[in-house]
């Protein structure tokens, strides 16, 4: 079986370029010092708004400092942020839906109704209205996008969670005596983890816009660090005399949301059976 998973992904033309873009964005979270030519935040005004050269590859912005370099660190800062915040998120929600799915009863409906509430608000206004309740900063963006995306992504497990605990095998474990604890981890996770690490790496591109959108209001990573929404505010004053710098981080985003979107969209098709 999982021999011939591998062969339906590694047929999946797709699969492997998109793959391959975020295992190069991944490289470059990891060794960003390494990579980088200058420091993202030395300033030099007398090296400002250069043309690209061998010392600077993509030159300078306004302050002169290495747009390079702000890329680089701005994508262990992005990706970094958004990948930590879909890692906590599906833990959390992992945990909440499938009790609350698992368990029924009044604890499923004091989650569905908590659901019902967060939900009515569109995410990005939360997100918006909790960021300036705790402040701008890289930890108040961090918990502000955890506390408005879990409800959406537990409310999802937990129904992967009764459509899965009504099977006969799950019904025939539990007269077994089974403890429930060893039905969800041996019959119920294996079932529902391919459809979150689907929703996972769809989703990814849609935290990391949102995470560049409140840079890019200043509600969220603040300068000097480098950050692709916050480049792209930092730049936006110059977009008639040299656009290349909104162009870049704005090509780093569009780059990895669409590999995100791939990677996840050919995924699914890869792990949808019915497909054969």
Known sequence: MLRMLMVRLFQKKALLFSGAIILIMFVLVLFAPVLAPHDP?????????????????????????????????????????????????????????????????????????????????????????????????????????????????????????????????????????TPGPMIVIRHIFPVILSQVAVLFFMDIGGIILTISGLSFLGLGIQPPTAEWGAMINDSKQFFRSHPSLMMYPGLMILTIVMAFNLFGDTLRDALDVRQD
Not at 56 to 77: A, E, K, M, N, Q
Not at 98 to 113: P, S
Not at 164 to 177: D, F, H, M, P, T
């Open 41 to 177: 935040n030395i300033i030099d005004i007398e090296h400002k708004l250069q043309a690209p050269s061998w010392d600077f590859p993509l030159g300078t912005d306004h302050l002169g400092r290495c747009i390079l370099s702000r890329l680089i660190f701005g994508t262990r800062v992005s990706l970094g942020t958004a990948f930590l915040v879909m890692v906590v998120t599906m833990i959390i929600s992992i945990f909440i839906g499938t009790y609350a799915g698992y368990k029924g009863g009044r604890i499923d409906y004091l989650f569905m109704r908590i659901c019902d509430v967060l939900l009515a608000f569109p995410s990005l206004f939360l997100a918006l209205a909790l960021i300036g309740i705790l402040g701008p900063g890289p930890l108040n963006l961090f918990l502000a996008m955890v506390l408005v995306q879990w409800v959406f992504y537990a409310r999802i497990i937990r129904g992967m969670v009764l459509s899965v605990k009504e099977q006969n095998y799950i019904l025939a474990a539990k007269v077994s005596g």
